[in-house]
């Protein structure tokens, strides 16, 4: 396995993992059909929510590489990859990165009380973001506060639920 097979490996597990916390489904994993990896979805109406079975869909990145800033994480995108998850859709499409430590092996530690993931993911909407012109690629800052935890997780499908903006 490349380190970067086994980067996309932990990513996965991630993002089963805290899916799995809220009791939410995470769907087949496709080949970046559309810029999609996966959609997470709940079961039921969230919150005060007036639609069932909230979901979005998600594009997972996984690194080693320093991209976490002092108030972002930096994720740089080719603008063909920009534009299809920026697309107007009814399921946001949120771009994740989870940050890993340098050597992808040390992400992962095990105890007979904790099977830990090192570090942590940050999420962002990118359903409606601008359009940009003239460039090859683009650099999207995600807020360091939209860590993409089990709360996280909770209340991005809450608000989907209660047709609320992300």
Same mark, same amino acid.
């Given at each position: 396995?490349?380190?970067?097979?086994?980067?996309?490996?932990?990513?996965?597990?991630?993002?089963?993992?805290?899916?799995?916390?809220?009791?939410?489904?995470?769907?087949?994993?496709?080949?970046?059909?559309?810029?999609?990896?996966?959609?997470?979805? /709940?079961?039921?109406?969230?919150?005060?929510?007036?639609?069932?079975?909230?979901?979005?869909?998600?594009?997972?990145? /996984?690194?080693?590489?320093?991209?976490?800033?002092?108030?972002?994480?930096?994720?740089?995108?080719?603008?063909?990859?920009?534009?299809?998850?920026?697309?107007?859709?009814?399921?946001?499409?949120?771009?994740?990165?989870?940050?890993?430590?340098?050597?992808?092996?040390?992400?992962?530690?095990?105890?007979?009380?904790?099977?830990?993931?090192?570090?942590? /993911?940050?999420?962002?909407?990118?359903?409606?973001?601008?359009?940009?012109?003239?460039?090859?690629?683009?650099?999207?800052?995600?807020?360091?506060?939209?860590?993409?935890?089990?709360?996280?997780?909770?209340?991005?499908?809450?608000?989907?639920?209660?047709?609320?903006?992300?």
């Amino acid at each position: 396995m490349t380190p970067n097979q086994q980067q996309e490996e932990i990513g996965k597990a991630y993002v089963h993992a805290v899916a799995a916390a809220c009791g939410f489904s995470v769907s087949q994993w496709s080949q970046d059909h559309g810029c999609i990896d996966t959609t997470i979805s /709940a079961d039921r109406v969230l919150g005060q929510g007036p639609y069932s079975k909230p979901k979005v869909d998600l594009q997972l990145k /996984a690194t080693t590489q320093d991209v976490v800033k002092d108030e972002h994480i930096a994720w740089s995108l080719e603008m063909a990859h920009y534009d299809k998850l920026r697309a107007r859709a009814r399921v946001p499409h949120l771009l994740v990165v989870l940050a890993l430590p340098d050597d992808a092996r040390d992400g992962v530690r095990h105890t007979v009380d904790a099977l830990l993931i090192r570090k942590c /993911a940050y999420w962002v909407n990118m359903t409606g973001m601008p359009e940009v012109v003239g460039q090859g690629s683009k650099t999207v800052q995600i807020p360091r506060e939209q860590v993409f935890s089990p709360e996280g997780l909770l209340q991005i499908l809450t608000r989907v639920s209660e047709g609320a903006s992300l």
